[in-house]
């Protein structure tokens, strides 16, 4: 009986993880393709089925069908940085506020801000494009990396304060309190004490945020064209028929390779329990 | 110096918390506050460091009006139950912390922290974290960090509940002597257990369900509780409480049991009265009463034994290892002189009291 | 009183995030509620007024309700899929399974990568002649199906393809929340006797189920917001089958640029969604916790 479960188990382990594969794996064998081994129906196996090439991934850094991917990289990586470090900052200190205090404005309390904070993602993009636009417009920011950093910032934030204040409600309150008696004022104790212990905490939602960022593909069409470019945008706006599909697979699979890091960074903290302990 | 607090009122969702606390703690003291869980002890320290939230109430530091210093600023050190130490951070850096904020010489802080280190008997601990240590360890680095700052008060909330049984005695005795050497320290150390208060404490005080019922020398706690409440709490295991009479020359208790009156109830008026004697001054084998064993408990080299009588239910503490069947019958003996005397009203406040000495 | 000094504190930590959100998202959702009572369509520089006309339209748009429709059932069924399957996944590899470390990192893999960008690899596959779906199913007799052509067909491409982006996210907060489960209560359930079902569902499920809800609701508010698989993957078609409401909104005021309705149809949207989330919120919370919230 508990043979026959145990190869279930592992078929349905080996069955989500060929679907979890399959799209890298094409991706992977059309980058090599040409012409021949896409137009006469689908081909698998390179040499055997078809003759590999480099061309597709050449385009890469030169044109020719596909996308010069240093800068969409470098703005991606600034624009998500930026913002996902900025919105950790404020978004840690807004969290042990809440966590810490109970504030009250009229009939407003902690839980009502919170949910204020979580319900900015509820909004779908559409609400806020247009406005953004103008907004942007308006400061002269459009096309710009600030611009979006500004915009992101506004997206991140509510997943930081999500994250954090889960955190800190677990840290006992009694340290904080130690800390000031001990002499250190609120900020101090927050500075000195909560901080250095939050580091868990601080790596998931920076994770999150990062994620989150990276991948944002609907601000980052509706607000920049050509000074700014994230890569998301640069790789969809390769979704015509012009484009041959070994240029498309290339962009789309170095366009991806970055956030694996944060897969590996994902897996460790779990399984070493530290992350277990930060999602909640 | 003293520490002053006056009328601390603290009520939430309609539960008293702190009901007009008013007391005096005196520098080079140790003051045990002794009560049941709930009884506010820890909401009374909280209010003292400036971190509780209080309806009413002022704190006075000598002349100084301590309720406007913000807790950051107020000279005090706490030690609590749950062995609350910076995780982050080794047992030296743990113990320096309060003087680094004190910008103290860095030589200073070598020698405090080592010294105190010493004394707490964490020498060679310096650089392991307070999660590679046992409890009483943990325990023991918060001693030392709040001894190291030589804080004009120090508060202690029960730091030896979450030890087991042993390490607290052994502990006990540590803190009392060091403790001794705070001569320039208001010291507060919270407690439910008798045994801490009366052991620890120059002085002792009282409270229940957010009030103070009495302050004294442990020795006049003890012996002369001001209420049956007070009674309940110094006494461990609880003592007995009989309902009972007292006539022109006779006491008679519930169940018809009649004893002989004591020299010091005959000057009480006649009337009801509550009487309560200590379980480790009942008698087995003499004749008072006889009742049915429910529950016998060796514990170490005394046996606790409870009882069903006449007069309700006992609890017996006696020396020595006995073996009493359950529901087999016990012949219990009351020392009448022994009895203490609370009044029926419902403060139940003591009215006579058996002559102080011997078992304490 | 009593905690003297804390108050001004209070403020430092809260108002710097607060206060920054406000500011950026405060002036979007004014102006959207302000053109949404105009007839805007950004060429002409001035917002002319036409009240509740907007709305008016909106209420007989049959269109907006049936994508609204579409997009809940969308929507929950994808979360209800991921759900079962992430909880599934992170049980297989929770013990006891050789290289789970190896297999916890790959199902992690698909949550990382960029939506947009995997689902035009997607398309790819889809693609009726060229792409290896219909070519590997045709191996086994099965197909070849119309995947972005027909009707049923392209939503079902859109939510194969959002199982694939968004099951890891149930299963890393799952797992995550299955690893933090103290021993004791399975523990208690082998001494009983208790079989691998009996055990999931009197131990595991209910001491998992505050994790549950908080998964559900964050995958359901990111799934409200549907639409860039739908750009790419079928443009809302055949017509308009597999349409959200979040691609129609967008195709009313970044396509035919009718602003003014588009913004209706975003406050209408927006407002709805609340509404609906919170509730689903507090049943959640009801159904598998059970009394207050």
């Known amino acids: 009986m508990s043979k026959l479960y145990t190869f279930l188990k592992y078929l349905a382990i080996t069955l989500w993880s060929i679907f979890v594969v399959t799209p890298f794996l094409w991706a992977l064998t059309t980058s090599f393709k040409t012409a021949n081994g896409v137009t006469g129906g689908p081909t698998y196996l390179p040499w055997l089925q078809y003759e590999p090439s480099l061309s597709g991934w050449k385009s890469l850094f030169s044109g020719g069908g596909g996308i010069d991917i240093v800068k969409p990289y470098l703005d991606s990586l600034i624009v998500t940085a930026s913002a996902s470090v900025i919105s950790i900052v404020l978004g840690s200190l807004a969290a042990y506020g809440l966590s810490r205090f109970s504030y009250r404005a009229g009939f407003v309390k902690n839980a009502d801000l919170i949910f204020f904070f979580i319900s900015q993602r509820i909004m779908p993009p559409i609400v806020l494009a247009i406005p953004f636009f103008l907004m942007l417009k308006w400061l002269d920011l459009l096309d710009s990396k600030i611009g979006l950093i500004l915009v992101y910032v506004a997206l991140l934030l509510p997943i930081a304060v999500w994250i954090m204040v889960d955190f800190f409600n677990n840290i006992p309150r009694q340290i904080d309190e130690m800390a000031m008696l001990d002499g250190c004022t609120p900020l101090q104790a927050f500075l000195r004490v909560i901080l250095p212990n939050s580091l868990p905490g601080m790596i998931v939602a920076g994770m999150f945020c990062l994620i989150f960022g990276w991948n944002d593909f609907f601000f980052a069409f509706t607000l920049t064209f050509t000074d700014t470019q994230l890569l998301p945008v640069a790789v969809v706006a390769l979704n015509s028929s012009v484009t041959p599909w070994w240029s498309l697979s290339a962009s789309a699979l170095i366009s991806v390779a970055p956030l694996l890091l944060v897969a590996f960074v994902v897996e460790r903290y779990l399984s070493h329990g530290t992350l277990a302990g930060a999602i909640r | ?360 | 009183m009593g905690e003297t000094g804390l108050r001004r504190y209070k403020l430092v930590f809260l108002l710097p995030g607060l206060l920054t959100l406000l500011a950026i998202i405060l002036f979007p959702l004014l102006f959207t509620i302000r053109v949404s009572a105009s007839g805007w369509d950004a060429i002409t520089p001035e917002l002319n007024w036409v009240g509740g006309s907007n709305y008016a339209t909106l209420w007989n748009d049959v269109r907006f309700w049936q994508s609204l429709a579409r997009l809940s059932g969308m929507a929950v069924g994808t979360v209800l899929i991921q759900y079962v399957l992430g909880f599934a996944l992170a049980l297989l590899v929770w013990r006891d399974v050789k290289a789970r470390r190896l297999f916890r990192l790959l199902f992690l893999i698909p949550m990382m990568t960029t939506p947009v960008i995997m689902s035009v690899i997607w398309r790819t596959i889809f693609h009726e002649s060229l792409g290896p779906a219909n070519d590997l199913l045709h191996l086994i007799g099965l197909g070849p199906y119309p995947w972005l052509t027909a009707g049923g067909w392209a939503v079902a491409s859109v939510m194969i393809v959002e199982i694939w982006q968004w099951t890891p996210f149930m299963f890393l907060l799952l797992l995550a929340g299955l690893i933090s489960l103290p021993r004791e209560p399975f523990l208690a359930a082998a001494i009983d006797g208790a079989g691998p079902i009996r055990t999931f569902l009197n131990v595991t499920f209910p001491l998992m189920a505050t994790v549950s809800i908080g998964a559900i609701m964050i995958r359901l508010i990111e799934a409200s917001k549907l639409m860039e698989t739908v750009y790419v993957l079928t443009s809302g078609g055949p017509g308009t089958a597999s349409e959200t409401s979040g691609y129609y909104i967008y195709i009313k005021g970044l396509r035919d640029f009718d602003i003014g309705y588009a913004a209706a149809l975003s406050i209408t949207y927006l407002v709805i969604m609340i509404i609906l989330l919170t509730l689903v919120g507090k049943l959640l919370h009801r159904v598998l916790v059970g009394g207050r919230s």
């Open chain 2, 1 to 360: 110096m003293s520490l002053q607090i006056n009328d601390l009122t603290l009520a939430v969702d309609g539960v008293t918390h702190l009901d007009g606390i008013s007391a005096n703690f005196e520098r080079g003291k140790l003051t045990t506050v002794i009560g049941r869980t709930l009884a506010g002890k820890t909401t009374l320290m909280r209010a003292i460091t400036g971190l509780q939230h209080l309806d009413r109430g002022a704190l006075q530091l000598d002349t100084q009006n301590f309720s406007a210093l913000p807790a950051w600023r107020r000279d005090i050190a706490m030690v609590y139950q749950q062995f609350i130490n910076y995780p982050h951070l080794n047992v030296f850096e743990n113990v320096a912390f309060p003087l680094r904020r004190k910008k103290l010489d860095e030589a200073v802080i070598e020698r405090r922290v080592r010294g105190v280190l010493d004394k707490v008997g964490l020498k060679g601990f310096e650089a392991r974290r307070p999660s590679q240590l046992s409890g009483g360890q943990q325990q023991r680095v918060a001693l030392a960090r709040s001894l190291a700052r030589e804080a004009g008060i120090l508060l202690l909330d029960e730091p030896l509940v979450n030890l087991d049984y042993k390490l607290r005695e052994q502990m006990r005795s540590e803190f009392r002597s060091l403790l001794a050497e705070q001569t320039q320290t208001i010291v507060i150390y919270n407690t439910t257990e008798p045994v801490e208060a009366m052991l620890l404490g120059d002085t002792v005080v009282v409270m229940h369900e957010g009030r103070i019922l009495q302050v004294g020398t442990p020795a006049e706690v003890f012996d002369r509780p001001a209420s049956m409440q007070v009674a309940s709490v110094v006494n461990d295991p609880p003592m007995n409480f009989i309902q009972g009479h007292k006539g022109e020359s006779t006491l008679e208790l519930a169940g018809g049991v009649c004893l002989s009156l004591p020299w010091h109830l005959r000057g009480l008026t006649i009337g009801e009265y509550w009487f309560g004697v200590r379980a480790n001054e009942l008698r087995v084998g003499q004749t008072s009463v006889t009742g049915q064993v429910t529950f016998s408990e060796v514990s170490g080299s005394e046996t606790f034994l409870y009882v069903d009588s006449p007069l309700g239910p006992l609890t017996l503490q006696v020396q020595g290892v006995h073996i009493h069947a359950l529901a087999s019958n016990l012949e219990i003996g009351i020392p009448a002189e022994r009895l203490f005397a609370f009044e029926s009203a419902a403060q139940r406040r003591l009215v006579a009291a058996p002559a102080t000495g011997a078992q304490l």
